[in-house]
């Protein structure tokens, strides 16, 4: 018998598609390849005509966040409406304490795509709102990664209390196609955590004003 002693135990469970048990078999609804997720196109159209799938039965990610937007597009589609699902990115966050925060693409994944990129890390230590409400605490940050030749922000990852809060800004920052220069020239509210964003941009840049 073996034991360990621990600061701290971190704990997680999986999550896997309710589709079986469901008689889809039945039905004719072509499953992926490992028969795991219900295989759908751009506008969740299974291969039964008429049928739709949204959320986790239809593959990753599997985030309610997805979900919802999938069924929003269903019922205009449904509707009479022309619309597909091909969004640019979808943030996922990992509601611990401290929060992840990760939108597009890491600094690994973009050079595994074969992208010359930069990077900027912002400490949130150096950030004013961050200190009111003792987030810098937790060592958090915001990471920038974008393309050298063009400055397209390819991916933001973030850690830290409250950083879920920007993920809508990370977000539509990729949706938009916004350059590094987009997000240095607006003017982002102090104090506020959406300055650390700012000032990670700057940090890619190489003019961050502030630092830790």
């Known amino acids: 018998m073996q034991s360990e002693t621990f600061d701290k135990v971190l704990v997680t469970v999986g999550r896997r598609p309710n589709t079986q048990g469901w008689g889809?078999?039945?039905?004719?609804?072509r499953m992926d390849a490992d028969g795991?997720?219900?295989?759908?196109?751009?506008?969740?159209?299974?291969?039964?005509?008429?049928?739709?799938?949204?959320?986790?039965?239809?593959?990753?990610?599997?985030?309610?966040?997805r979900a919802s937007a999938q069924g929003e597009m269903v019922a205009e589609i449904i509707a009479g409406h022309k619309r597909i699902f091909d969004p640019v990115a979808?943030?996922?966050?990992v509601f611990t304490e401290p929060e992840i925060v990760s939108v597009g693409l890491t600094p690994e994944?973009?050079?595994?795509?074969?992208?010359?990129?930069?990077?900027?890390?912002?400490?949130?230590?150096?950030?004013?709102?961050?200190?009111?409400m003792e987030a810098e605490k937790t060592g958090g940050?915001?990471?920038?990664?974008?393309?050298?030749?063009?400055?397209?922000i390819l991916g933001v990852q973030a850690?830290?209390?409250?950083?879920?809060?920007?993920?809508?800004?990370f977000t539509?920052?990729?949706?938009?196609?916004?350059?590094l220069e987009d997000i240095a020239g607006t003017i982002h509210a102090h104090p506020t955590m959406t300055e650390s964003f700012h000032e990670g941009v700057l940090k890619t840049l190489g003019h961050a004003i502030h630092s830790a």
């Open 24 to 29: 889809l078999e039945k039905m004719g609804l």
């Open 36 to 65: 795991r997720f219900i295989r759908i196109d751009n506008q969740c159209k299974t291969s039964m005509k008429g049928v739709y799938a949204i959320g986790d039965v239809s593959g990753e990610p599997m985030l309610a966040h």
């Open 90 to 93: 979808i943030p996922a966050i």
């Open 109 to 132: 994944e973009a050079e595994e795509a074969g992208e010359d990129i930069i990077t900027g890390k912002f400490p949130l230590a150096a950030n004013g709102r961050a200190l009111t």
């Open 141 to 152: 940050f915001v990471r920038v990664v974008a393309r050298a030749s063009d400055h397209v």
């Open 159 to 169: 850690t830290g209390s409250h950083v879920s809060e920007l993920s809508g800004e």
């Open 172 to 179: 539509l920052a990729l949706e938009m196609g916004a350059v």
